[in-house]
């Protein structure tokens, strides 16, 4: 019989993929599936950076790169955050990664192991702690409250740290809530964090680009106190809708540059040749698609919570960020799974049950307004026959 290591048994995944791939079968059999689970821009990817990876084919570039990536790419993203965020950040600093959750993996695997602590916010990405379950730290999880308008409270999580704490992972804008903390809870958390100089943090800024309401992102990369422990995760995915090129980048402490090259070269050799020119030309070609997505994700966001609201037993906060609403469905006496599971099946609307966010997210369940106005309509109008007809 085969035996694997123990960490396998312990890893989880991201069951918005489970629902996916349900309401996928579902739609084969002829089903009218409205899919508010999946967290993707249902936009396509900007003709200009489609073309630019069509170019880098017909040019030739069809072999190897280096394993952090094109010298180009990795200038052109230390350009942008520095637009961005005003900031100075060393090219040879960032790291070109296949997606997103590659930095959670290799930050996950630099810091746990077992005896130490990684702190992770509930309800949050999943991955986080599946991740850091595999390698064999404790997670801690850091609340999430709706009573906080979903930011995280610095106080709160600088209670949590221990001498065993090694790394802390933080989100803003977040997943699944929507929840952006503000400049004055992240100053207040870096202060603290001064006292811990044993802790690494990884700030997660994939949604950085996707705010609301005069909302600002606060990037830990303007901290100079963090920098010698901060490894920054942001790319391509979200802000211009490339969630299938996989496509991500990092930004790492100098100490730490050369472990990160090292298990790019035993993991994944380098990113698809094509697709680093696409990215490259994201950053610097146009951003007017860019801003015309954020624009309607804007005018879907209102729709969605002013629809949510108007539910009987549902309440929902206005997010400030990303493309997700995490409504509070407690006075309907469902439980949240079971609310998602029985919606999709019988009424054909996938969304996400918050227990599958975290320990904490009994009590919600999760809808991405990545999808046209007139279907969120319809799916809330289905959503609210549903209670209405099944009131616990």
């Not at 069509?54 to 790169?65: E, F, M, P, S, V």
């Not at 990536?69 to 005003?86: F, N, S, W, Y």
């Not at 960032?94 to 930050?107: D, R, S």
Request: hydrophobic share 45%; charged share 20%.
């Amino acid at each position: 019989m085969l035996q694997t290591i123990p960490g396998f048994d312990r890893i989880g995944e991201e069951n918005a993929f489970a629902v996916l791939a349900r309401a996928t079968e579902l739609a084969a059999d002829g089903r009218d599936i409205i899919n508010l689970g999946i967290g993707q821009p249902d936009f396509r990817t900007p003709d200009h950076i489609v073309e630019a990876a069509i170019k880098a084919l017909r040019d030739g570039h069809h072999g190897y790169t280096p394993a952090t990536g094109i010298a180009p790419l990795r200038e052109a993203v230390a350009a942008d955050l520095h637009k961005r965020h005003d900031v100075d950040v060393n090219p040879g600093n960032v790291l070109i990664v296949p997606g997103g959750k590659v930095t959670m993996f290799m930050a996950i695997l630099m810091f746990g192991e077992p005896g130490t602590e990684i702190l992770y916010p509930d309800p949050g990405f999943p991955i986080y702690r599946s991740m850091i379950e595999f390698a064999g730290a404790t997670p801690v999880p850091v609340p999430i409250r709706e009573e906080n308008d979903f930011a995280f409270s610095a106080e709160e999580t600088l209670s949590l740290i221990t001498d065993r704490t090694r790394l802390l992972i933080l989100n803003s804008p977040a997943n699944p809530t929507g929840g952006v903390t503000p400049r004055s809870e992240i100053e207040t958390l870096v202060a603290g964090l001064e006292n811990h100089p044993q802790v690494a943090v990884m700030s997660d800024e994939i949604y950085s680009q996707m705010t609301y309401d005069g909302m600002e992102h606060v990037s830990l990369l303007q901290f100079a106190s963090l920098r010698d422990r901060l490894i920054l995760l942001d790319g391509w995915s979200k802000t211009y809708a490339m969630t299938g090129w996989r496509m991500g980048f990092a930004v790492w402490p100098d100490a730490l540059v050369d472990k990160v090259r090292k298990l790019a070269v035993n993991a994944w050799s380098c990113v698809n040749a094509p697709a680093q020119f696409a990215g490259l030309a994201a950053l610097t070609g146009p951003q007017t698609a860019v801003h015309d997505m954020v624009n309607e994700f804007d005018t879907r966001r209102k729709v969605i919570v002013e629809g949510l609201n108007a539910i009987e037993g549902i309440s929902c906060k206005t997010p400030l960020g990303a493309f997700y609403a995490y409504p509070n469905i407690k006075n309907t006496g469902w439980q949240a799974k079971a609310l998602a599971s029985a919606l999709l099946e019988e009424t054909g609307v996938a969304i996400i049950g918050g227990p599958d966010f975290g320990i904490l997210g009994e009590g919600y369940v999760r809808l991405s307004y990545a999808n046209s106005t007139l279907n969120i309509k319809k799916a809330l109008e289905r959503v609210n026959l549903f209670l209405q007809e099944n009131k616990k």
